[in-house]
Antibody, heavy 123, light 108 residues
Framework: QLQLQESGPGLVKPSETLSLTCTVS??????????WGWIRQPPGKGLEWIGN?????????YYNPSLKSRVTISVDTSKNQFSLKLSSVTAADTAVYYC?????????????WGQGTLVTVSS | EIVMAQSPATLSVSPGERATLSCRAS??????LAWFQHKPGQAPRLLIY???TRATGIPARFSGSGSGTEFTLTISSLQSEDFAVYYC??????????FGGGTKVEIK
């Protein structure tokens, strides 16, 4: 069973870049069976999908159009991790950020999640 | 983008009673719908996928039904550990993957 754990700064200044890492255990980020993704939840609001990366073959990335210009998701196979970078952040990017696995066989099913990490954007 | 709407926002139920949660899609998503349970400070847990298939290890008191645009999650007899927030997610047409706003099941 996959386990995912987010890590990274809990406080980021406006206009800077938010950087988070997700460590995967119980499986490999090189697996052809999964996309690796990020989802966020601003305080008091719903869940928003940020994007996925598929490392198993193509390395393709898929981003939410609303965030696409500011988001980069990448994979580090040497550490069995994947990461999120969100540039030019504002207070609206304050949220709990979750990393997740997205099943490739059941195309698009989010099946495992991390516990989430709160990132606050403030000076 | 497919918009997912859940109702009610809050459901007050006594232990042992049945809970029925609804999820509606803005267009047909066939049976490509999942349900998650989320407790504070924990990772969300997959309960149901394919609208009606229980995920590994999920008790039989959780059941899902529906197809197209209307879906239901039923908890047949609420246990104390079932009080949580429940979300639906569509994966029929993405990107983007989209989620409902959640239903909080609280103790009556």
């Amino acid at each position: 069973q996959l386990q995912l754990q987010e890590s990274g700064p809990g406080l980021v200044k406006p206009s800077e870049t938010l950087s988070l890492t997700c460590t995967v255990s119980g499986g490999s980020v090189s697996s052809s069976g999964y996309y690796w993704g990020w989802i966020r939840q601003p305080p008091g609001k719903g869940l928003e999908w940020i994007g996925n990366i598929y490392y198993g073959g193509s390395g393709n990335t898929y981003y939410n159009p609303s965030l696409k210009s500011r988001v980069t998701i990448s994979v580090d196979t040497s550490k069995n991790q994947f990461s999120l970078k969100l540039s030019s952040v504002t207070a609206a990017d304050t949220a709990v950020y979750y990393c997740a696995s997205v099943n490739k066989r059941v195309y698009g099913l989010v099946d495992y999640w991390g516990q989430g990490t709160l990132v606050t954007v403030s000076s | 983008e497919i918009v997912m709407a859940q109702s009610p926002a809050t459901l007050s139920v006594s232990p042992g009673e049945r809970a029925t949660l609804s999820c509606r899609a803005s267009q047909s998503i066939s049976s490509n719908l999942a349900w998650f349970q989320h407790k504070p400070g924990q990772a969300p847990r997959l309960l149901i996928y394919g609208a009606s298939t229980r995920a590994t290890g999920i008790p039989a008191r959780f059941s899902g039904s529906g197809s197209g645009t209307e879906f239901t999650l039923t908890i047949s007899s609420l246990q104390s550990e079932d009080f949580a927030v429940y979300y639906c997610q569509q994966y029929n047409n993405w990107p983007p993957l989209t989620f409902g706003g959640g239903t909080k099941v609280e103790i009556k």
